[in-house]
């Protein structure tokens, strides 16, 4: 016995509704992305080993470590709107708050780290949006940066990223061997000028934290790519000024250290973030 017409157009009726709910609910719902990094030394890919010459004298030089840390990620949207980046924590390389990017593995003239890499921020963000672009902060939210190693949790529990002398970490780390140097070029970023107690609160004049914005490019399937040739161009890489740490310590007064700031798009002279920055790009 055939059902009634008026039947069959009310069950085609509810069907078609519950279908349209079910797409719009999975358009408005978190979707899980892995933003991926890649590390580059002008037209090629970095490895642990022979970079080619780099910095204002073309000096040759190697790799030792590259890492740093990475915090407040956003996608940007077609729609002008900025969609944040609930980070997942993974245990070992990011946390809620804060993720750890390694590019070096241990191999060849990388000596410092592990055989361990991770080149990706694993998170949610908003479904149903199509995006053209990325906004991050280079460097540990500063309620975080001050917290002891030897218990935080991962990845601020890295040793080789602590930094003693401001009891807080190194946000970023590129160490480089430089042929007829007897010690490395450094740059270490992090911040500077701290007071405090690290067991209680520390407040640093300059925070060294560089916010990045890149557009143009959808950071779901294309990756960030992070050129040194680019962050050393304007460095005399083989040199240091006299009673200076080697390299780029992030001293407030270190003549060595401008140049490197610029590439990140910080304000040596105050710490703070411009937004004009030469170390990453997209493909």
């Known amino acids: 016995m055939k059902a009634p017409i008026h039947l069959i157009a009310a069950a085609v009726l509810s069907v078609a509704s519950f279908t349209a709910c079910s797409e719009e609910d999975d358009s408005s719902s978190d979707q899980r992305v892995e933003v991926s990094f890649s590390a580059v030394v002008g037209d090629s890919a970095l490895t642990c080993g022979e970079l080619g010459t780099l910095g204002v004298n073309s000096a040759s030089a190697s790799l030792r470590d590259f890492r740093m840390y990475v915090h407040d990620v956003s996608?940007?949207?077609?729609?002008?709107?900025?969609?944040?980046?609930?980070?997942?924590?993974?245990?070992?390389w990011?946390?809620?708050?804060?993720?750890?990017?390694?590019?070096?593995?241990?191999?060849?003239?990388?000596d410092n780290g592990n055989g361990l890499t991770n080149t990706v921020i694993v998170?949610?963000?908003a479904g149903g949006v199509q995006f053209d672009g990325i906004q991050f902060t280079v460097g540990v939210p500063e309620e975080l940066n001050h917290t002891n190693s030897a218990t935080a949790e991962a990845p601020l529990n890295v040793t080789g990223m602590d930094w003693n002398w401001t009891a807080g970490r190194k946000f970023l780390r590129l160490d480089l061997i430089v042929d007829g140097s007897e010690v490395d070029y450094r740059i270490h970023l992090g911040s500077t000028m701290c007071d405090g107690d690290p067991g209680a609160t520390v407040t640093c004049a300059r925070a060294n934290r560089a916010t990045v914005e890149l557009t143009g490019f959808d950071p779901t399937s294309t990756p960030v790519v992070v050129d040194i040739e680019s962050l050393v161009s304007g460095i005399a890489i083989e040199a240091n000024t006299t009673d200076t740490p080697p390299g780029c310590m992030s001293g407030p007064t270190d003549p060595d250290c401008p140049a490197a700031f610029d590439a990140l798009g910080i304000d040596f002279t105050t710490g703070a973030s411009v937004g004009t920055q030469s170390l990453f790009f997209t493909e």
């Open 94 to 110: 990011q946390s809620a708050e804060v993720a750890l990017l390694d590019f070096e593995d241990a191999t060849g003239t990388c």
């Open 75 to 92: 996608l940007l949207g077609v729609d002008g709107e900025k969609y944040p980046l609930t980070f997942e924590d993974t245990g070992v």
């Open 123 to 125: 998170g949610a963000v």
